[in-house]
């Protein structure tokens, strides 16, 4: 989630070394740069666009990633000294507007016919506000959940939680046993990860799409006291995350849990693989943050996470068009499924990954994940409102109350109900 959410770190690319497709040395192959935030998926990336290859000798493509935390500002320097890539991974909603106003994407609909085959919830997120055209091939509608080291509640004879008070005594179980229940931290830059617990934890406490529908409709607002108590519970886990939340950040909190520290990781169907490339024998699975009551549905956060569009400064366009063409089709995101154990943008796609397969049965109880699909239209976003407080949030030290207060005097600047396209349940 980029954006979302956007998401995530480790590794530099220089841009020097980035910048547009070139025509290798000494051959005929066209190499097409793709720029990604998403450095932990460079090698099944490398996988699957070398099947490309194989069946297009004549163009090689060089996935090219570089940190979260980087990748925006290095992006629009690049774009800006035309120096970009000829494919860039594209942050979904209001996020992809900027690129499109200043002209350096190209339209994809009349250009990739595979693009009426996606999801509407994928294109969603790539289409523009303004001409309603589509600027980025999806890849992924990810789940928001609980992962959970499943040896670990296996050896301290805990069951998935079906109800807040059973995820409460898990947390208690665990803490007693001296395993730090939620690996959780958002330093450093890294305050979209916290964010995303928030998207976590909330739905089953403001009401999923009940909430959403009053509060994108202008029937409510984020004082409401059900969105109050939403932040409330983020900060009633407080005893239960790493300790020092403050103070530790997004990589910190996934090695806590990849290396058996924590027993849980709030987080999207983006951490699957990762999670899996960085310790093979690690035994996790995923579940919905429960509701209140038993037999009450589950909700999950769901949105685009993005898309890869073209660049207008390319200058091999026609085969940087060739790539994402491949990355709109069924077999790229079967690969990508494969993988990575994402849930894909597209129907058809089978699941063999076990976590991939929970995944989808969590999206029979899905709702728009309401930070990015629903207040990132304009300055200042629901997004940067919730993150300049949510680590003391977390720590206990921020009250729930006026921070809703704040997040809507924020987005009441200039959110009107009925002008931004967000996604209706």
Same mark, same amino acid.
């Given at each position: 989630?980029?954006?979302?959410?956007?998401?995530?770190?480790?590794?530099? %690319?220089?841009?020097?070394?980035?910048?547009?497709?070139?025509?290798?040395?000494?051959?005929? =192959?066209?190499?097409?740069? %793709?720029?990604?935030?998403?450095?932990?998926?460079?090698?099944?990336?490398?996988?699957?666009?070398?099947? *490309?290859?194989?069946?297009?000798?004549?163009?090689?493509? !060089?996935?090219?990633?570089?940190?979260?935390?980087?990748?925006?500002?290095?992006?629009?320097?690049?774009?800006?000294?035309?120096?970009?890539?000829?494919?860039?991974?594209?942050?979904?909603?209001?996020?992809?507007?900027?690129?499109?106003?200043?002209?350096?994407?190209?339209?994809?609909?009349?250009?990739?016919?595979?693009?009426?085959?996606?999801?509407?919830?994928?294109?969603?997120?790539?289409e523009s506000v303004k001409d309603k055209k589509i600027?980025?091939?999806?890849?992924?509608?990810?789940?928001?959940?609980?992962?959970?080291?499943?040896?670990?509640?296996?050896?301290?004879?805990?069951?998935?939680?079906?109800?807040?008070?059973?995820?409460? /005594?898990?947390? !208690? #179980?665990?803490?007693?046993? &001296?395993?730090?229940?939620?690996?959780?931290?958002?330093?450093? &830059?890294?305050?979209?990860?916290?964010?995303?617990?928030?998207?976590?934890?909330?739905?089953?406490?403001?009401? /999923?799409?009940? *909430?959403?529908?009053?509060?994108?409709?202008?029937?409510?607002?984020?004082?409401?006291?059900? +969105?109050?108590?939403?932040?409330?519970?983020?900060?009633?886990?407080?005893?239960?995350?790493?300790?020092?939340?403050?103070? %530790?950040?997004?990589?910190?909190?996934?090695?806590?849990?990849?290396?058996?520290?924590?027993?849980?990781?709030?987080? &999207?169907?983006?951490?699957?693989?990762?999670?899996? =490339?960085?310790?093979?024998?690690?035994? +996790?699975?995923? $579940?919905?943050?429960?509701?209140?009551?038993?037999?009450?549905?589950?909700?999950?956060?769901? *949105?685009?996470?993005?898309?890869? &569009? @073209?660049?207008?400064?390319?200058?091999?366009?026609?085969?940087?068009?060739?790539?994402?063409?491949?990355?709109?089709?069924?077999?790229?995101? !079967?690969? $990508?499924?494969? @993988?990575?154990?994402w849930p894909v943008a597209r129907p058809g796609i089978?699941?063999?990954?076990?976590?991939?397969?929970?995944?989808? #049965?969590?999206?029979?109880?899905?709702?728009?994940?309401?930070?990015?699909?629903? +207040?990132?239209?304009? =300055?200042?976003?629901?997004?940067?409102?919730?993150?300049?407080?949510?680590? !003391?949030?977390?720590?206990?030290?921020?009250?729930?109350?006026?921070?809703?207060? #704040?997040?809507?005097?924020?987005?009441?600047?200039? $959110?009107?109900?009925? %002008?931004?396209?967000?996604?209706?349940?």
């Open positions: 989630m980029r954006k979302v959410l956007a998401l995530l770190v480790a590794g530099v %690319v220089a841009l020097s070394g980035c910048g547009g497709g070139t025509t290798a040395t000494g051959s005929q =192959s066209t190499v097409i740069t %793709v720029w990604s935030w998403r450095v932990e998926d460079t090698a099944a990336m490398k996988q699957i666009f070398d099947a *490309f290859t194989a069946k297009n000798p004549s163009i090689t493509v !060089q996935f090219a990633p570089s940190p979260d935390t980087d990748y925006e500002t290095k992006l629009e320097t690049a774009l800006r000294a035309n120096k970009g890539p000829d494919i860039a991974q594209l942050n979904a909603y209001a996020g992809i507007q900027p690129l499109i106003d200043a002209g350096y994407l190209v339209s994809l609909d009349d250009k990739i016919p595979d693009l009426t085959n996606y999801y509407p919830s994928a294109l969603a997120g790539a600027y980025g091939v999806p890849y992924s509608v990810p789940d928001m959940g609980v992962y959970y080291n499943t040896k670990i509640f296996a050896d301290n004879g805990i069951d998935v939680p079906q109800t807040y008070a059973e995820f409460l /005594a898990a947390c !208690q #179980k665990l803490k007693a046993a &001296g395993i730090i229940p939620i690996a959780a931290g958002g330093a450093s &830059g890294t305050e979209w990860a916290l964010e995303v617990a928030f998207g976590v934890i909330a739905p089953n406490t403001y009401g /999923a799409n009940a *909430f959403w529908n009053d509060i994108t409709s202008g029937k409510t607002t984020f004082t409401d006291p059900r +969105f109050v108590a939403a932040l409330q519970r983020m900060k009633d886990l407080a005893p239960y995350y790493s300790p020092g939340i403050e103070g %530790v950040d997004y990589t910190t909190a996934t090695q806590q849990f990849i290396n058996g520290q924590a027993a849980m990781f709030m987080g &999207g169907s983006w951490e699957n693989g990762s999670f899996r =490339s960085q310790n093979k024998d690690l035994s +996790f699975s995923i $579940f919905p943050f429960p509701p209140d009551n038993a037999g009450d549905p589950a909700y999950t956060s769901s *949105f685009s996470d993005g898309s890869y &569009g @073209l660049i207008a400064q390319s200058p091999h366009r026609d085969a940087a068009l060739k790539v994402l063409q491949y990355m709109a089709s069924t077999e790229f995101e !079967q690969q $990508f499924a494969d @993988l990575l154990a089978t699941a063999t990954d076990a976590n991939l397969q929970e995944m989808l #049965k969590m999206q029979e109880h899905q709702t728009p994940y309401l930070d990015l699909a629903g +207040f990132n239209w304009q =300055s200042p976003t629901g997004s940067s409102l919730i993150r300049s407080e949510i680590a !003391q949030l977390m720590a206990g030290k921020a009250d729930p109350a006026e921070l809703a207060k #704040k997040m809507q005097d924020g987005v009441s600047t200039w $959110f009107k109900p009925g %002008v931004y396209p967000v996604p209706k349940v």
